[in-house]
């Protein structure tokens, strides 16, 4: 997507577990002056179910999991429908609509100390998905019967609202409640 040369691509300037937090940093924010952000790879849905196990198991319910199943075995491998129903496959491997389908390639967001940070994990490659996003595959072509309604669509693949709970009543309960097994790492 990307094709600026960029030094910093190299695997020997990715943080590793053992420097200190402000050398960790640096390299992502070089990335995202590069711009090499919009070429981060994907981790999969899996890497995101650890720390967002609510988001995972909404996701793992709709028709964006299992966008593939709805075709053939011949569809499967004809790039005019995965287009939409597995638009990541060849690149990333990835049979379905996923979590980075639509929130961008996690390689550099998603490790902990960049999630935490709303403003660096946008930086480096985490997108809000928006309504035109969504339209670039439920447009005309796609078989729906009834026109795509954004809110309508948003609330039939709500994978926040549980989320969200979760993380008010951790918030008010006393610190020394331990955050639930799941969002561990
Ligand atoms: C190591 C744990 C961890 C992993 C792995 C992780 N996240 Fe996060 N994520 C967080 C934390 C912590 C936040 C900060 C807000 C919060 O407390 O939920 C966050 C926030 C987010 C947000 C909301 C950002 C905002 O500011 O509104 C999105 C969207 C998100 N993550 C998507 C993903 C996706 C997609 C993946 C997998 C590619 C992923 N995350 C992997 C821990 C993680
Ligand atoms: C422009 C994007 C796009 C392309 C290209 C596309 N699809 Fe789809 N497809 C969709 C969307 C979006 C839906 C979900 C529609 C809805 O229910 O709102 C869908 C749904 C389907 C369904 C399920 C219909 C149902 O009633 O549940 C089948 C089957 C399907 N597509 C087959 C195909 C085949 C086969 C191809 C390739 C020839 C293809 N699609 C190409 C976007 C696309
Ligand atoms: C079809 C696109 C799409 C897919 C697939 C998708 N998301 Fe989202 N996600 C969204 C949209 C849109 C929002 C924002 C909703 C809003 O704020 O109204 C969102 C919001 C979120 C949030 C924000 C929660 C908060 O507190 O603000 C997290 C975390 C998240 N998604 C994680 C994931 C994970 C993890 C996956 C995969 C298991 C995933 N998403 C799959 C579109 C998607
Ligand atoms: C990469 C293409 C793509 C993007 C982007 C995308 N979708 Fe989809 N969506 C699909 C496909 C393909 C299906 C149909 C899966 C199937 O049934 O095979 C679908 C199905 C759905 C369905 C289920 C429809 C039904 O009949 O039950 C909803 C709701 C939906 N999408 C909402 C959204 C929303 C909201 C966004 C944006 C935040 C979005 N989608 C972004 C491809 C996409």
């Not at 691509?9 to 420097?19: G, K």
């Not at 720390?51 to 709805?70: G, L, V």
């Not at 075709?71 to 638009?87: F, N």
């Not at 609330?155 to 639930?180: G, L, N």
Request: with cysteine.
């Amino acid at each position: 997507m990307n094709e600026t040369p960029c030094p910093i691509r190299s695997p020997l300037l990715r943080p590793t577990a053992m420097r200190v937090r402000t050398l960790q940093v640096l390299p992502v924010l070089l990335l995202a002056v590069c711009g090499a952000a919009g070429a981060a790879d994907f981790v999969g849905p899996d890497s995101c179910k650890g720390c967002h196990p609510e988001a995972y198991d909404a996701w793992m319910q709709s028709k964006h999991a299992r966008a593939t199943d709805s075709l053939g075995e011949q569809q499967k491998k004809d790039a005019r429908c995965l287009s939409c129903h597995a638009p990541d496959q060849a690149e990333q491997g990835t049979a379905a609509v996923t979590c980075e389908t639509c929130h961008g390639g996690g390689q550099y967001y998603s490790p902990s100390y960049v999630m935490k940070d709303a403003e660096l994990a946008r930086l480096v490659g985490l997108v809000d998905p928006s309504e035109k996003m969504c339209r670039t595959c439920h447009d005309a072509s796609s078989p729906s019967l009834r026109p795509f309604d954004f809110k309508d669509a948003l609330k039939a693949i709500d994978h926040w609202s549980a989320e969200r709970t979760r993380k008010a009543a951790r918030a008010e309960a006393p610190p020394s409640t331990p955050p639930p097994a799941s969002a561990r790492k």
